[in-house]
Nanobody, 119 residues
Framework: QVQLVESGGGLVQAGESLRLSCVASGRIFRVNAMGWYRQAPGKQRELVASISRTNNTDYTDSVKGRFTISRDFAKNTVYLQMNSLKPEDTAVYYC?????????????WGQGTQVTVSS
């Protein structure tokens, strides 16, 4: 079994920063791409940022220049540094990882961490 555990969410004011972390553990041969998604009330889950095994990154337009995704391969950990937060960034943030065991690749999700940005 594989678990993804997120941390770092909270309540901040507009303009402040937060750093999310997500650690993958368990039966892991290799962690491939990792990413962060978010879901606001009444909205669909959307991709915020992703990072490949070769450190190629991609961001949704609304966070470009404010958020930075990074990873530590040795620790099977992905981070999301969120700066200049806006009220519209309020959502539950989910970590996602594509992980290979010895046979095939699986997609895993974390339990989510709440980020609330007050105006």
């Amino acid at each position: 079994q594989v678990q993804l555990v997120e941390s770092g969410g909270g309540l901040v004011q507009a303009g402040e920063s937060l750093r999310l972390s997500c650690v993958a553990s368990g039966r892991i041969f290799r962690v491939n791409a990792m990413g962060w998604y978010r879901q606001a009330p009444g909205k669909q889950r959307e991709l915020v940022a992703s990072i490949s095994r070769t450190n190629n990154t991609d961001y949704t337009d609304s966070v470009k220049g404010r958020f930075t995704i990074s990873r530590d391969f040795a620790k099977n950990t992905v981070y999301l540094q969120m700066n200049s937060l806006k009220p519209e960034d309020t959502a539950v943030y989910y970590c996602e990882a594509k992980i290979t065991d010895l046979i095939r690749e699986y997609r895993y999700w974390g339990q989510g961490t709440q980020v609330t940005v007050s105006s």
